[in-house]
């Protein structure tokens, strides 16, 4: 069974400049997270979607980040215009149940 | 929220039993995890503890005490490739479909 897929897995920009992290979850599942993840710290979240609905974005940055999954499968989160604070690895899960799987993430470089 | 705590670093040797400890203060409690997080590669989950006691896997065990609101993961027999960081994770307000808390992870070194 394949994983959760990302792209890319890296990502080197200048800061003001727009940025988007793909994300294909597993199938079947309908539960997909985005999160944030700074050196030497756990993963935060950012947003959660229950198919498409996003169900819990409350520490989404909202002036500058987005998010969709317009068809409760397949999930864009973008950056416009990226800051070098955001400078971070940004992972992908999904889940059907307790467990939740993740992508092998997207390293974001701002300069 | 919650409050996750566990600590930076622990070095140990091949062979050898590690205890990774974490304490955490939730809202509605509903079960802890443990993730295993290799440098540069995606968390991959190890447990989840929903009742006190200990749960055996093989060479990883995970304790959980609700009433103290403590827990740690045990790993036996330590490999090279255990050198990893491991995240304690506990849900928002019960829900394991939800958001995960996070600790800021162990990052355990195997020395041979």
């Known amino acids: 069974e394949a994983g959760v897929v990302q792209s890319p897995r890296y990502k080197i920009i200048e800061k003001k400049q727009p940025v988007a992290f793909w994300c294909n979850p597993i199938s079947g599942h309908n539960t997909l997270y985005w999160y944030r993840q700074n050196l030497g710290q756990g993963p935060e979240l950012l947003i959660r979607?229950?198919?498409?609905?996003?169900?819990?974005d409350s520490q989404l940055p909202k002036d500058r980040f987005s998010a969709e999954r317009l068809k409760g499968v397949d999930s864009t989160l973008k950056i416009q215009p990226a800051e070098l604070g955001d400078s971070a690895v940004y992972l992908c899960?999904?889940?059907?149940?307790?467990?939740?799987?993740f992508g092998p993430g997207t390293r974001l470089t701002v300069l | 929220g919650q409050n996750i705590d566990q600590p930076t670093e622990m070095t140990a040797t091949e062979g050898a039993i590690v205890q990774i400890n974490c304490t955490y203060q939730?809202?509605?409690?509903?079960?802890l995890f443990w993730y295993q997080q290799h440098a540069g590669e995606a968390p991959t989950f190890l447990s989840y503890n929903v009742l006190d006691g200990l749960e055996e896997k093989g060479r990883f065990s995970s304790f959980l005490s609700r009433s103290k609101g403590y827990s740690y993961l045990l790993l036996k027999e330590l490999q090279m490739k255990d050198s990893a960081s491991y995240l304690c994770?506990?849900?928002?307000?019960?829900?394991?479909?939800?958001?995960?808390?996070f600790g800021r992870g162990t990052q355990l070194t195997v020395w041979p």
């Open positions: 979607y229950e198919n498409e609905e996003a169900v819990d």
């Open positions: 939730t809202s509605g409690f509903n079960g």
């Open positions: 899960a999904s889940s059907a149940d307790n467990e939740q799987f």
């Open positions: 994770a506990a849900p928002h307000r019960g829900s394991t479909l939800g958001r995960l808390y």
